[in-house]
C-alpha cells in the first residue's frame, strides 16, 4: 500500500466537483514547460524478488531534480484529474507545493490533511474521514 498525496482543486481530493479537475492537457503543458520534470507515461521497478513490473499511465511524469534520487524516482501521476504521489520525501512535498501554487490547487493527503506552505501538515478543519477510514 502506501499513503499517497494529491494536489487537487477539489475542496476534498476524493469528491467530484465540477470544473474543479487537472486536466490532462493541464498537466502535460506544465510538465512541458518546467525544466524539472520528464514525461514519461511508465514506471518502471523491480520488486524484492527480482521481478520487473512496468506500470503504464498516459500523463506519468518523474520529476528529475529530485535530490535523493539514489533512493529511487519521484514519480508525479495525473490520475482522475489529480496529480497523486505515493509516499512523497519533504523534498518531494515541497516541488508539490510549487506544482499546487500553479495550478492554484493545494496538496492533500489521504485522509484529507492539507500540506500548505507555512507547514509539513495542517489538518483541514472542514475534512473528514471517507467513510471506509473512520477506525
Excluded: C
Excluded at 112 to 118: F, W
Amino acid at each position: 500500500m502506501g499513503y499517497d498525496l494529491h494536489i487537487t482543486r477539489r475542496s476534498n481530493w476524493f469528491e467530484k466537483e465540477p470544473g474543479k479537475d487537472i486536466g490532462l492537457n493541464e498537466w502535460l503543458v506544465y510538465v512541458e514547460g518546467d525544466p524539472e520534470m520528464r514525461l514519461d507515461d511508465q514506471a518502471t521497478a523491480t520488486t524484492n524478488n527480482g521481478k520487473t513490473l512496468t506500470v503504464h499511465s498516459r500523463g506519468l511524469s518523474v520529476w528529475t531534480k529530485y535530490p535523493e534520487s539514489a533512493a529511487g524516482a519521484a514519480w508525479f501521476d495525473h490520475s482522475d484529474g489529480r496529480i497523486v504521489v505515493k509516499d512523497p520525501t519533504e523534498p518531494i512535498i515541497q516541488k508539490m507545493r510549487e506544482i499546487a501554487k500553479h495550478f492554484d490547487a493545494r496538496v492533500q493527503g489521504d485522509e484529507g490533511e492539507l500540506y500548505d506552505s507555512d507547514t509539513t501538515l495542517k489538518k483541514s478543519p472542514s475534512s473528514k474521514k471517507p467513510w471506509w477510514k473512520v477506525w
